[in-house]
C-alpha cells in the first residue's frame, strides 16, 4: 500500500504514512503468534520504509498500541482504549514529525521491556 501511494506523495513534495502496528510487535502471547511475528515484520517493514521515503520528505510514522474498543476486539473482556484516543495520538505524532507514537500506557511499557531481561516480562515459572 505504501509503495502504491510514495509516487503521490513525492509528486506533491512529501507527506506523511502512518502505519498502525501494535504492542505486540515486541512481544509474544500464547495463542496470537502469528499475530505477533506478523506486527513484528510490519514493525521492521516500517522502520525501512521510512528510510527509503525519507529523501521525499515523507515522514513515516509507526503507530503502537494494545487493545482499542474495535469490532476486532470485541471478544476481548479486558481494558480498552477509545479508538477516538488512538486516532488523537497518532495524528498528533505526524503533526510532531514523531516516528514512533506510543498510543497507551501498555505500549509504553511493553516498549521499555524490550531492552530488559525477558524474565522481566514473561512470567514462565522459572524461580
Known amino acids: 500500500m505504501v509503495r502504491a501511494f510514495a509516487p503521490g506523495l513525492a509528486d ?6 502512518l502505519n498502525v502496528l501494535s504492542a505486540m510487535s ?7 503468534n502469528a499475530y505477533g511475528a ?3 515484520a510490519a514493525w521492521s517493514l516500517t522502520n ?3 528510510i527509503e521515503l525519507a529523501g521525499q520528505g515523507t515522514l513515516v510514522t509507526g503507530l503502537h498500541l494494545g487493545v482499542a474498543d474495535t469490532d476486532m476486539s470485541a471478544w476481548y473482556e479486558g481494558d480498552k482504549g477509545d479508538p477516538v484516543d488512538v486516532v488523537r495520538a497518532g495524528l498528533d ?15 509504553a511499557h511493553v516498549k521499555r521491556s524490550v ?13
Do not use: H, M, Q, T
Open 115 to 127: 531492552a530488559g531481561d525477558p524474565s522481566e516480562f514473561y512470567s514462565l515459572g522459572a524461580a
Open 93 to 107: 505524532g505526524i503533526e510532531a514529525g514523531r516516528l514512533e507514537v506510543l498510543a497507551d500506557a501498555w505500549s
Open 12 to 17: 506533491n513534495g512529501g507527506g506523511a504514512v
Open 26 to 32: 515486541w512481544f509474544s502471547y500464547d495463542g496470537a
Open 48 to 50: 525501512g520504509v521510512r
Open 38 to 40: 506478523a506486527k513484528a
